[in-house]
């Protein structure tokens, strides 16, 4: 494994090494994840990396979770299975849940889910402007769930001119088909963006029929996403906006590992609605959000045959959120600026569960109630910038939360960096962060309101560089992180009465190198790579449980316009070997694998262009989830046209 790790680390240190230094594409680019407010990249300490609109156009057909895999970092465990597979993220190696996902800064997590996370089937790329990755603890700015980073969303906004259209089709495999249509402009202080998105596919089967017969049913998806976002500027210094996301999908599901199923429907809802108040000061500014998430899934198995297992089951879960956030920002003088902010967010959720296993001859039902199953978490905080005295930069910030049920705790960050020249930075990054119980691990039949949150301490050590136009980049950051008060599911040896604990400790550590390197003036070469390991302590006894995630991941794409309209794109993906999952039968190693994908896109107009993507170009047989189809070759092509 060292020979590898050496030789990928080789070739992209090399890259960067030999680089040509022009390309179209500047990296040193504004965000505001890092600080909750603007500031370039090269500003701040923190490893950020930006997917912007140019990148998602190359990736036109693939799904959200498919462009995020490519990233240094995350492994998402379902996003090559069929659509409407869970999307499970694992950032650096952490458990899911561990990763907080924002639209528009805004968290937008599901409380009818066990750990709270989000559901990325919900959005399409094609309503998203630009997503921001912010790795590392980031709890003192963003709170609870930000352990192992954030992925910040941010959605497609008003246009330029009066009205701008724009739609899209396109055609693939598994008969799959996707459209897209929407309006985009200004006129005079209003602003507006509407978005719709259809997808239907005819699928394959999600569980892999190990017999070889290919015996078993497809299993379809379809959705809809509609996205409304308007704005109106009141004066120079105020502007309200408010945006409006409504997806619905519905897919077939497997029975189970290897185990097909003839009607496992799911269906899938999210609404999120949020306004939004800006007001500028006179060094900074002010802002006001308020926002309601609405998630409902049903869950229906009719079954009643011994061919399909005979098992019936119905599951409905609603969650809501309501989240009320109100910060700001002010520069005290040309080196120091602060930030700070109070937030509110309530939660609840309705969920019931009826079934029948045959094979047990065994009923079981349970309830849970929005009147009953709710918290409400209030939190405040308060960051410090400073900014170039002699090179240093540095960000110290600290935020206290007050939870209704478990009570309260703080979390830290402190973010020195260094400027060793004006193109490269050392940075050191040491924060904590936590993660709340959800409302499943407090209130269902296997609920604990004794819970504590899981509060881990971050570290980070890095060297950034940019070539002098900002045009080449190499980045290697090595990390740590210690969870404590791990929230696991404890069933006792004798009475097997079960539920939730904090008990355990997770020691996870690993290192990411990234590079951009420009090729003359008609493209760019990107690498990154990460290894990462990590271990459990139960009862002070080391356990090997780093279960389904890689402990290396190597990610390479090649963009090339040789001819004026023409972009050519290969890619290629390898994903070490990895634990099996707790439970799952056979052997305890998943293999390793490979991926090439191909894309060529061609402009014929300024707003007119099509293209083909080539995905596993080399029928690649592999498993992300043991007893799940992966997808072998497929293809996608389409037109877009936009004004």
């Known amino acids: 494994m060292k020979k590898k790790i050496f030789i990928v680390a080789a070739v992209i240190i090399s890259s960067h090494l030999y680089a040509q230094d022009s390309t179209k ?48 970092g995350i492994f998402i465990n379902g996003a090559n299975n069929a659509l409407g597979t869970n999307q499970d993220i694992y950032f650096r190696g952490a458990g899911t849940g561990n990763t907080l996902i924002l639209m528009d800064g805004v968290p937008v997590g599901d409380p009818s889910q066990i750990n709270n996370s989000f559901d990325l089937n919900n959005i399409n790329p094609t309503q998203i402007e630009r997503i921001e990755i912010l790795k590392g603890a980031q709890s003192t700015l963003w709170g609870s769930d930000a352990v192992a980073g954030v992925i910040n969303i941010i959605t497609k906004k008003g246009g330029l001119h009066k009205i701008s259209p724009a739609a899209s089709i396109s055609y693939g495999s598994y008969n799959t088909f996707r459209g897209s249509a929407g309006i985009n402009g200004k006129l005079n202080k209003f602003t507006y963006n509407l978005t719709y998105n259809h997808t239907d596919s005819k699928g394959f089967s999600t569980a892999y029929d190990s017999t070889g017969n290919n015996g078993f049913i497809r299993d379809g998806f379809k959705q809809d996403n509609f996205q409304a976002n308007i704005g109106y500027q009141f004066t120079e210094k105020l502007a309200v906006s408010a945006a409006s996301n409504y997806g619905k999908y519905k897919n077939d599901l497997a029975a189970g590992a290897f185990t097909d199923d003839k009607d496992y429907t799911s269906s899938n809802t999210s609404f999120i609605n949020s306004i939004a108040l800006v007001y ?25 045959s011994a061919a399909g297992n005979g098992n019936y089951y119905r599951g409905n879960f609603k969650g809501r959120s309501y989240v009320a956030e109100l910060f700001g920002n002010v520069a005290l003088s040309n080196k120091f600026s602060l930030t700070g902010g109070v937030q509110r967010m309530a939660q609840n959720t309705d969920q019931n569960n009826a079934g029948y296993i045959r094979d047990y001859d065994y009923r079981y039902s349970s309830v849970l109630g929005k009147d009953s199953a709710h918290t409400t978490n209030y939190s405040v905080y308060a960051s410090l910038l400073l900014l170039n005295i002699n090179g240093f930069n540095a960000e110290a910030g600290v935020r206290y939360n007050n939870h209704s049920i478990y009570g309260s705790n703080a979390t830290y960050s402190f973010n020195p960096s260094y400027n ?86 997770q020691n996870d550590y690993g290192f990411e190198l990234e590079s951009t390197t420009a090729i003359n003036k008609i493209g760019n070469w990107i690498n990154n790579f990460t290894y990462v390991d990590g271990e459990g302590k139960n009862d002070n006894v080391k356990v090997k449980n780093f279960y389904i995630r890689p402990n290396f991941t190597f990610n390479s794409t090649l963009t090339l316009q040789p001819a004026k309209g023409l972009t050519i794109m290969p890619s290629f993906r390898f994903v070490g070997s990895r634990l099996k999952g707790e439970y799952d039968a056979g052997q305890a190693l998943m293999p390793q694998y490979y991926t090439i994908d191909f894309y060529t896109g061609y402009n014929f107009t300024k707003q007119l262009r099509a293209f083909v993507d080539l995905r596993n170009v080399t029928n690649q047989q592999y498993f992300d989830i043991v007893g799940y189809t992966s997808r072998k070759f497929n293809a996608m092509a389409g037109l877009s046209f936009s004004l």
Do not use: C, M
């Open 25 to 72: 594409k500047t990296l040193d680019e504004v965000v505001v994840t890092a600080t909750k407010f603007p500031i370039k990249q090269s500003q701040t300490g923190k490893v950020v990396t930006v997917i912007d609109q140019e990148t998602l156009q190359r990736n036109e057909g693939k799904t959200l979770t498919e462009i995020l895999n490519y990233q240094a």
């Open 280 to 304: 500028k000061l006179k060094t900074g500014s002010l802002h006001f959000t308020n926002t309601f998430i609405n998630a409902q899934r049903q869950l229906k198995n009719d079954t009643t």
């Open 420 to 505: 060793i020249d004006e193109n490269t930075k050392a940075f050191v990054n040491i924060s904590s962060a936590f993660k709340v119980p959800s409302l499943y691990q407090l209130y269902s039949e296997y609920g604990n309101k004794n819970l504590q949150p899981e509060k881990s301490n971050n570290y980070e050590l890095g060297v950034q560089s940019f070539s002098n136009n900002k045009h080449n980049s190499l980045r290697i950051v090595a990390f740590k992180r210690n969870i404590r008060h791990v929230i696991i599911f404890y069933s006792d040896p004798l009475t097997y009465a079960s539920k939730y604990i904090n008990r355990d400790k």
